[in-house]
């Protein structure tokens, strides 16, 4: 039987949440700073109508209640244990202690007013201790439980979300764009990338869409949203290959105007101290995206010597991350000793103490800064060596870079065994975690010893989101097997010795390209080598040397592999083999403007099938 009051205040009723019809304002009006309409005038049948008994008068209260406490009873039992973990758990993980008190108290108040911010609070602390259980052994059906209860509030929030999208007040707006971001994060803990960056999208373009309506108080009050709109837009430019920033505001062009490294962080008012660390690493990502629109800077190792960025372009980028690093104090004051870790010349690296000495940091949020700058500098140094007059000296830059991220890997991975509040957990690392800045740097690995361990600490560390360590190195393990046969002897083994040897110049090794996961749970990679003027009669270009497919279960075994070499002729390389100019052509149109290209299931399917295709 439908017990749901229909004589509430007119603004409860359009929103269609329960009004307590306190008089002449409602309570829930009130608490979740909405204007209350009032009542209506109550309805009469005429003189013949009989008076209600007083009994008669009181019954919707009594029905309320009755209502009120069959809610309040599961509340108990399921919804308070999840909105805890939300206020007092979740949001230490997902965002930056300055904008805490939005997402913890802001957020948990509309949450009272509006059920549709409600459930999206359940969703994502639901889920969120989930992956924390599922982190821990012994816990998986306690963890699947707690899933379930994600799910359905998952789906209760989808089913709300429509009608706010249609409003066009501000508080209907910034709840909207609230929930958009809790259903990201939601699905980035489900480890599906694509249902992420669709929520992530529809929130830039609802932001976009009201920005000529929104004051300057409206978008000072967002700026934690805002802040977490820029986190996702990082991950899914260096998740979606070739993709640039579908968020970064570039039609702007004062925005555009480099320099980018002394960008500040927007102020969230009602904050008395900002958080010093997190508004470092703003201005690390602004400075990245931007470049990255403007010159390629993240995939310009997959792209043909034409549409690399310029070494005037690449010298910019490496100006402006030093400049970044001297004026980041909070991230690397007390770890200066980090950059005398390393060689001195290429042969002494092989001599570097493997396994590693761990390089704690008192944060790890800055110690995620600095390997994010390790990483991006160092992608910028291994394509200035082709072009440098001393190659050898940025190619051991290179290498040094990469060290010194491993260490602060080790260090993390110490973290991760401790239990104190420190503790490092892979889980949490939702927005750019150590795992992938740990991969894309295995193929600038000085020796075999270097990318085992590198291999070891992602299976160790797991899943962070979005970024899966089981994943990344099952993409690199199908990568030293492809290799091989340019290390290896005729049994196919190395000594330890000749493991820590060179493995040669950077530009020559083969570089991997994992796509998004896709809907059939199957993962996809594809490795490049630049051309070859022996072999390819042409050494600007990027070839496609194989194509790899795989499915793996929870614990990152591989089953079902199969890997296809294009025009294995017995040769390392092949006129035969693809480009990946024209390999990747359509996929790089849809993603020229921003990663949301991808979203498209026409433009995904007809990659697929392209691929297919060729292996006919």
Not at 219 to 232: E, F, G, K, Q, Y
Not at 588 to 596: C, D, I, T
Request: charged residues 20%.
């Amino acid at each position: 039987m439908d017990r749901r009051v229909r004589t509430g205040c007119g603004t409860c009723r359009r929103r269609r949440v329960k009004c307590d019809e306190a008089r002449p304002i409602c309570n829930r009006c009130r608490s979740a700073n909405f204007h209350c309409e009032g009542y209506p005038a109550p309805r009469r049948a005429g003189k013949t109508s009989p008076t209600p008994s007083p009994k008669q008068a009181h019954s919707p209260e009594r029905t309320s209640i009755s209502e009120l406490s069959l809610r309040h009873r599961d509340w108990r039992q399921e919804q308070l244990p999840l909105y805890h973990h939300f206020v007092t758990t979740t949001v230490l993980k997902l965002f930056r202690k300055d904008h805490l008190s939005f997402w913890r108290d802001q957020v948990a108040q509309m949450s009272y007013g509006l059920d549709l911010v409600y459930e999206g609070v359940l969703a994502v602390g639901a889920v969120h201790r989930a992956s924390l259980m599922t982190c821990q052994e012994g816990n998986g059906l306690e963890a699947a439980n707690f899933k379930v209860l994600g799910l359905r509030a998952y789906g209760k929030t989808i089913k709300l979300l429509p009608s706010y999208l249609s409003h066009n007040t501000v508080p209907d707006t910034l709840a909207a764009l609230v929930v958009l971001m809790l259903l990201a994060y939601f699905e980035c803990f489900l480890e599906n990338p694509k249902g992420a960056f669709r929520h992530l999208w529809a929130a830039i373009q609802l932001l976009r869409n009201s920005e000529k309506r929104l004051s300057v108080k409206d978008v000072s009050n967002m700026v934690p949203v805002i802040d977490a709109m820029l986190h996702l837009d990082f991950l899914a430019q260096n998740l979606v290959p070739y993709a640039c920033s579908s968020f970064l505001p570039c039609s702007d062009q004062a925005m555009m105007e480099s320099p980018f490294w002394n960008r500040s962080s927007p102020e969230f008012s009602g904050v008395s101290q900002s958080d010093a660390i997190a508004a470092e690493r703003y201005r690390l990502m602004w400075l990245v995206c931007a470049h990255n629109k403007l010159s390629r800077v993240i995939w310009a190792c997959w792209c043909p010597a034409s549409e690399r960025p310029t070494r005037d372009e690449l010298m910019g980028f490496y100006s402006e991350m030093v400049l970044w690093r001297a004026t980041s104090p909070a991230t690397f004051s007390g770890f200066e000793g980090l950059y005398s870790i390393g060689a001195s010349d290429i042969t002494a690296l092989a001599s570097l103490p493997m396994p590693l000495h761990p390089y704690l940091f008192s944060s790890n949020e800055a110690a995620l800064n600095v390997a994010m700058y390790n990483g991006y500098l160092g992608c910028a140094v291994a394509m200035i060596n082709t072009t440098d007059p001393d190659p050898e000296a940025r190619e051991l830059e290179a290498f040094n870079l990469v060290y010194q991220n491993l260490c602060i890997a080790s260090g993390l991975v110490e973290r991760h065994k401790e239990k104190d509040a420190s503790q490092y957990k892979p889980c949490d690392s939702i927005s750019m975690g150590i795992c992938l800045i740990l991969y894309h740097g295995t193929r600038r690995c000085f020796s075999l010893a270097w990318q085992k361990w590198t291999v070891a600490a992602l299976r160790q560390i797991g899943r962070e989101g979005l970024s899966n360590g089981l994943t990344f190195a099952n993409t690199a393990e199908i990568m030293w097997q492809l290799e091989s046969k340019r290390y290896c002897d005729n049994t196919g083994q190395l000594s330890d010795a000749q493991e820590n040897n060179y493995l040669g110049p950077i530009r020559e090794r083969l570089i991997p390209l994992l796509m998004p996961r896709g809907g059939d749970d199957q993962f996809l990679a594809f490795y490049f080598r630049y051309g070859n003027s022996d072999y390819d009669g042409d050494e600007r270009t990027v070839r496609v040397v194989a194509k790899a497919t795989w499915k793996q279960d929870v614990a990152g075994n591989m089953n079902s592999l199969k890997i296809h070499e294009y025009g294995n002729d017995g040769g390392l390389s092949s006129r035969n083999r693809p480009q990946a100019l024209e390999l990747f052509s359509s996929w790089r149109q849809a993603v020229e403007k921003g990663w949301h290209g991808y979203l498209s299931n026409e433009i995904q399917d007809g990659f697929l099938l392209t691929q297919d295709g060729l292996n006919g």
